[in-house]
């Protein structure tokens, strides 16, 4: 009912009819949504309710009285208590900023000021948190009077400067709280214009901190958030082609004929639309076309060179004939997206109203057939409003085109079952881990199809459950031969009395009839079984969409235990469960093979050996939650080489519990002698380098420790950023192959490579990086040349614009040459990246670095500059405790010339 351009005073004189006209919609979900108000704001409730409705969300309010934000967030309010909001909102403005700096006010009392303000509202949305719902709060909009004029935004005595430094505040805290989303009238009052926003006779009679026709922009802001929280927003948008993506026609100007790119201002306009379409793609939003025009000409006019969208960019293309509403239910179809994720953009008003007319749940704004205006109606709807910018959203179109090969390959079966096979499936099921929070709050809420109860919940919620002993709950990711499909499937069980009851069980669209489901039910049933729990008790309640999955657990094998209406009980007594993926790790279509969980069978096995590691591991993770992820995707990136090798998980643990007795034997020495227990280059080569059974085991466990030794963790990490954020490098030098995980990162974030020279002492290094790449069927590989030399021998006249040489120095006898010899191999503008240590015994360190000043020293004696750094001590500690006490310091350095 609401488009761009909202009509104000249209809404404000006929709320009352438009609300009973909206009462009338079917299938609205309730919400309770308290407003916490510092200025008057029962007119902003009453316009946020037909913004609401209109999405289909109808709302049981909570008001606070006038200006009571303060005192019902803190001090408790039985109501408000009672009252259990899904959301909050603080609608607070620059009114009710408690003191702006006067002009005799030092830099340091500013601050004090600054801070004071800042403090109150965290107090605000941390006794709100009690709640576990989300919490939208204004930022502040600027005064409409400057006293200081320009001056204004940049003394630190201005209001404007003052403003400016409380919402980067704020934004910096919505970005650490997980239930906290920005309402940004700072934005949304510049747009109306400051003098529009705010009526100061209004402010004084009724102490309203906006004008009455502002109310409807405001409340509408909000909705967009809401919607989005409570998973309404769109997914695909659909285009026209002809004065839609270009001006002209291409059917009649061909390719060469139509407005694109930079020469006329028409052409400027089309590329403007272009470059906004492109951005909504790369964060998520999937495009399609929907054309009245023929397949070949329609194609060609992404080929133009000044085309902004490429027809790659399209996950579905519908240039034909027929009807336009047809092709869009076909779009919809293809992308297996309820039709109601789509927004159709046509510059034809005939278009627009027969789409309108025949699917109306379709988003159609009345763009008109100006361009310029086309931006507008897509961007102040919000139709693709996000709350936050997750992998999984950038990756979205990624999984769309994999989905697109899978379903091109089914064709060729003759059965489905076999298609499921061939698809070589894998699922990683695991209990929800923090890095994945985001992820899982948002599926829950923006999944209807595949979702058995329907249920929401707030990142707060969703963070508690997380953490809470009575609930089962878990989390499916889906691999194949065609790509991830990422994490797609959420169970969560509340413990009681020997019972699972399953509130929620859900599962994205993109993975639907691939019997993921049943490799959740092995895995909720193994858990149950762990916690003496007997019967699981699962619950439908059905929905205008959920209707796909009203017969789930009776295919499981439940027994319907009780029904109203169209809501259904179910149970399952799991005593003689037979899990399908004990023996074969496959599911009941044998189709899926479930990961063997290699993480927790190689801690478990050290932390039996070593029952110290388990508490300091443990606390690792929990510092470092992405640590525990990296360590899973080492484990089966490695999995095939293992494999080759006959590697068992046992045999990499042991291999890890070995090289942590010899850096115990070998630091015990250390700090007896205050030397390296091998003495020269020659005598680690003989015992370590030379032996390939020693060097294999020994490089697995240094692997091993990237994930499980914080400094060497942090590094890693410190290498990771630098690789993925480089711009795309050609020639490549690699001093010491190692275990390959460097190696792996190059060629991971490396798109334009020529070629890749490694040159590494050991065979042994050599053959296992070597038979690591080919296990993974890596696409570079032949790219890369292996050299067994030493690296001060190595002769060539290449020039290299990166070289990366990890943990070297300290295993030489002479490192300055080494670096030397690195820095003639370094183009003028290449750069280096190295890691070392200082104190940091082990059976292969010869040279003694007694501080991460000697290694700085050192490159910049042979003219190296430092462009950035990292060090990493094994313990926190000050810098005392760590040169008294020779603790193991790690380093990192990234050099240039």
């Avoid at 650490?176 to 209004?202: C, E, Q, V």
């Avoid at 092709?327 to 039709?339: F, L, P, T, V, Y």
């Avoid at 990961?595 to 929990?622: C, G, H, S």
Wanted: hydrophobic share 35%; glycine share 4%.
């Amino acid at each position: 009912m609401f488009k761009h351009q909202l009509d104000s005073d249209f809404i404000l004189r006929k709320k009352k009819s438009i609300k009973k006209e909206l009462l009338l919609k079917n299938n609205l979900i309730k919400k309770n949504i308290a407003i916490l108000g510092g200025s008057t704001i029962s007119e902003i409730k009453n316009i946020l309710e037909l913004f609401l409705l209109d999405n289909g969300i109808k709302v049981n309010f909570y008001e606070s009285e006038y200006n009571k934000y303060y005192e019902d967030a803190l001090f408790g309010n039985e109501d408000l208590d009672k009252f259990n909001p899904d959301i909050v909102y603080i609608h607070t403005t620059n009114q009710n900023i408690i003191k702006y700096p006067d002009l005799k006010d030092s830099e340091d009392e500013i601050k004090i000021l600054l801070n004071n303000e800042i403090q109150r509202y965290k107090s605000i949305w941390s006794s709100l948190s009690k709640f576990d719902c989300a919490i939208i709060q204004n930022n502040f909009d600027y005064t409409i009077d400057r006293s200081l004029g320009n001056l204004d935004c940049y003394d630190i005595h201005g209001k404007t400067y003052f403003i400016n430094q409380l919402n980067n505040e704020f934004a910096k805290e919505a970005r650490k709280i997980k239930f906290l989303y920005i309402n940004d009238i700072n934005y949304l009052s510049s747009y109306i214009g400051l003098k529009n926003w705010f009526d100061k006779s209004l402010w004084h009679q009724a102490k309203y901190a906006l004008s009455m026709n502002s109310i409807p922009e405001l409340a509408f802001n909000i909705s967009k958030i809401m919607n989005a929280i409570f998973g309404k927003t769109k997914k695909c948008l659909v285009l026209d082609l002809d004065n839609t993506c270009w001006g002209g026609v291409i059917g009649d100007d061909g390719v060469n004929g139509i407005y694109i790119g930079t020469e006329t201002a028409i052409a400027e306009s089309y590329t403007s639309f272009q470059k906004y379409t492109k951005e909504l793609k790369q964060r998520g939003i999937t495009l399609a076309v929907c054309s009245k025009n023929d397949f070949k000409n329609a194609k060609e006019g992404f080929e133009h060179p000044e085309s902004v969208l490429r027809f790659d960019d399209f996950t579905s293309f519908k240039a034909t004939w027929d009807p336009k509403h047809e092709n869009i239910m076909d779009i919809a179809k293809e992308i297996n997206i309820g039709i109601d994720s789509l927004v159709f953009i046509d510059d034809n008003a005939v278009e627009r109203d027969i789409v309108s007319s025949q699917i109306s749940s379709v988003a159609v704004p009345d763009v008109g057939n100006d361009v310029i205006h086309f931006i507008d109606h897509i961007d102040r709807n919000g139709y693709f409003e996000p709350i936050s910018l997750l992998a999984d959203d950038i990756n979205r179109n990624k999984y769309y085109e994999d989905n697109k090969k899978r379903v091109n390959e089914e064709s060729i079966f003759k059965s489905y079952d076999e298609f499921l096979i061939s698809l070589e499936m894998t699922a990683d099921i695991k209990s929800f881990s923090p890095i994945y929070l985001n992820r899982i709050t948002q599926l829950a809420n923006k999944t209807n199809q595949f979702n058995l109860t329907t249920k929401k919940y707030t990142a707060g919620e969703i963070e508690n459950i997380a953490s809470n002993n009575e609930y089962i709950k878990i989390y499916g990711r889906l691999i194949d031969k065609y790509g991830d499909n990422g994490l797609i499937a959420i169970t969560i069980g509340r413990i009681k009395d020997n019972q699972c009851h399953i509130d929620l069980w859900l599962m994205s669209c993109r993975v639907l009839k691939r019997d993921m489901e049943f490799a959740m039910l092995d895995e909720v049933v193994r858990q149950c079984k762990e916690q003496d729990i007997t019967e699981i008790i699962g619950y439908y309640y059905r929905s205008a969409k959920n209707n796909m999955v009203s017969d789930l657990y009776e295919k499981f094998g439940f027994l319907l235990s009780n029904t109203n209406n169209e809501d259904t009980v179910w149970k399952l007594n799991i005593s003689n469960y037979e899990n399908e993926n004990e023996n074969e790790n496959e599911n009941k279509n044998k189709s899926i093979r479930v990961n063997v969980r290699m993480k927790d069978e190689l801690l478990n096995i050290i932390y039996k050996n070593a029952p110290t590691q388990e508490k300091k591991i443990k606390v690792l993770f929990n510092e470092f939650p992405q640590m525990e992820l990296d360590l899973e995707s080492f484990l089966l990136n490695y999995k095939k080489f293992m494999l080759l090798e006959s590697i068992s998980v046992k045999d990499i643990a042991n291999s890890y519990l070995e090289m942590l007795d010899q850096v115990f034997f070998c630091r015990k020495e250390f700090l007896y002698s205050g030397q390296y227990h091998t003495q020269n280059q020659n005598e680690a080569f003989e015992h370590t380098y030379n032996d390939e059974k020693v060097m294999t085991n020994y490089m697995l466990a240094l692997a091993l420790s990237q994930f499980l030794w914080k400094h060497h963790y942090k590094i890693f990490t410190f290498y990771k950023s630098i690789v993925q954020t480089f711009d795309s490098k050609s020639n490549i030098l690699e001093v010491g192959s190692g275990h390959g995980l460097f190696l792996l990162e190059i060629l991971n974030h490396n798109e334009n490579l020529k070629d890749i020279d490694v040159v590494d002492i050991s065979k042994s290094s050599i053959r296992m990086t070597q038979n690591i790449l080919k296990s993974m069927e890596n696409e570079y590989i032949d790219k890369i040349v292996f050299y067994n030399y030493d690296i001060n021998l190595y002769k060539t006249n290449k020039k290299y614009n990166f070289i990366t040489m990890g943990e070297v120095l300290e295993h030489v006898d002479n490192p300055l040459s080494i670096l030397n010899s690195l820095y003639n191999l370094l183009s003028e503008d290449g750069e280096l990246f190295i890691t070392s240590c200082a104190n940091c015994p082990a059976i292969d360190h010869v040279y003694l670095f007694n501080n991460v000043d000697e290694i700085r020293v050192l490159a910049k004696k042979a003219g190296f500059k430092i462009k950035s750094e990292m060090v990493a001590p094994s313990v926190d500690k000050n810098d005392d405790y760590l040169e008294k006490n020779k603790v193991d310091i790690s380093y990192a350095a990234l050099l240039t010339k």
